[in-house]
């Protein structure tokens, strides 16, 4: 079979290509350029070294039109944003799939660690799932998509990439955001666009001091320093108003959940039903809950409370090892 890998030159995307090839199929990769010379020059150098024909397609001008301006704009509005849910349906497979169609190849595939069958986006192993971050895939996207780690543990893996003498066996895992290299979005932030001013830190109402600015902080983000000799988290954050709610630890957790903006990776079950959901991107979270619709919103009703729900984030709803869909906590 034909196969078109999202190839990145890291220890994922390499053992995705053995993997692939020692199946018997035809491997051909294609690596999403953003201007990383560095990072280009090593997918090309470790692509050559695999044996696998590698397409090289810029995407600066997607990627930002697609993926920093809406995360842009939605930490300035005071939500927490995961680019890379948004980019995966939007850049990364939207452009895996073109490039397959132009070279008559029947799926495409990625070193997450998922699992695809029978149309279904099922998770990968629990150490290292990353089902939640493909939550907002297709329907289509997922009947062509293979991913060719989802059996295994990340520990599994670099061994694998040892046994194939991969010299990115030991490389060390890509953690930050693809176009903020440094990890350092604040500065990001500020080079790209005028960042709201200083407010006021309430707490019960009261005004306790001044934050430097909405887009430094995130829901459960803990503020720094006691008051009246207790932690303090951030609660919400009142864009218009340019001010930053406070609580306590205990009054983070939420039991009650509403999602807009739902994509469903099924057919849409009948209200009420039972699932599971997750809202970030951990794997200690995973409460049952009920699920409920309202007008176009989801309201999740959890049967134990989960940490500091932060707009923007997705709640992702499963039913087993089965992705139903992910939508935007509000």
């Not at 090309?44 to 696998?52: D, E, K, L, R, Y």
């Not at 809406?70 to 995966?88: M, Q, R, V």
């Not at 073109?98 to 029978?118: F, L, P, Q, W």
Request: one cysteine or more.
């Amino acid at each position: 079979m034909k196969i078109v890998l999202g190839f990145s030159g890291g220890v994922d995307s390499s053992v995705s290509a053995m993997l692939l090839k020692a199946a018997g199929h035809e491997v051909f990769g294609l690596y999403l350029d953003n201007t990383d010379e560095n990072a280009r020059d090593s997918a090309v150098f470790t692509a050559h070294h695999i044996g696998i024909p590698l397409k090289v397609l810029e995407i600066k001008d997607e990627l930002e039109e697609k993926v920093c301006k809406p995360f842009t704009d939605a930490y300035l509005s005071g939500k927490t944003p995961n680019p890379c849910i948004i980019c995966n349906p939007t850049v990364k497979f939207k452009e895996l799939i073109a490039y397959a169609n132009s070279i008559g190849a029947d799926k495409v595939a990625t070193g997450h660690y998922a699992r695809s069958e029978n149309r279904m986006l099922l998770k990968g192993q629990p150490s290292n799932d990353q089902s939640y971050m493909l939550c907002r895939l297709t329907k289509d996207q997922v009947a062509r998509a293979l991913f060719p780690l989802g059996v295994y543990e990340k520990t599994q893996v670099r061994k694998i990439a040892e046994e194939f003498n991969l010299p990115v066996a030991h490389k060390p895992d890509s953690m930050e955001i693809c176009f903020i290299p440094d990890k350092d979005y604040i500065h990001w932030l500020s080079t790209k666009t005028k960042v709201p001013s200083i407010g006021d830190f309430v707490f019960h109402g009261e005004t306790i001091g001044k934050h430097e600015g909405i887009y430094r902080y995130t829901v459960g983000q803990r503020r720094p320093g006691l008051f009246d000799g207790r932690k303090l988290y951030i609660s919400r954050i009142d864009a218009e108003n340019n001010r930053i709610e406070l609580a306590l630890w205990e009054d983070l957790f939420k039991n009650e959940i509403t999602a807009e903006k739902f994509n469903w990776l099924c057919e849409m079950p009948s209200m009420p039903f039972r699932a599971q959901v997750r809202v970030r991107h951990t794997k200690w979270e995973m409460p049952f809950c009920t699920v409920e619709a309202v007008e176009d919103l989801l309201k999740i009703i959890c049967d134990t409370p989960v940490r500091a729900p932060a707009p923007g984030q997705s709640a992702v709803l499963y039913d087993g090892d089965r992705v139903l869909g992910g939508g935007f906590i509000i």
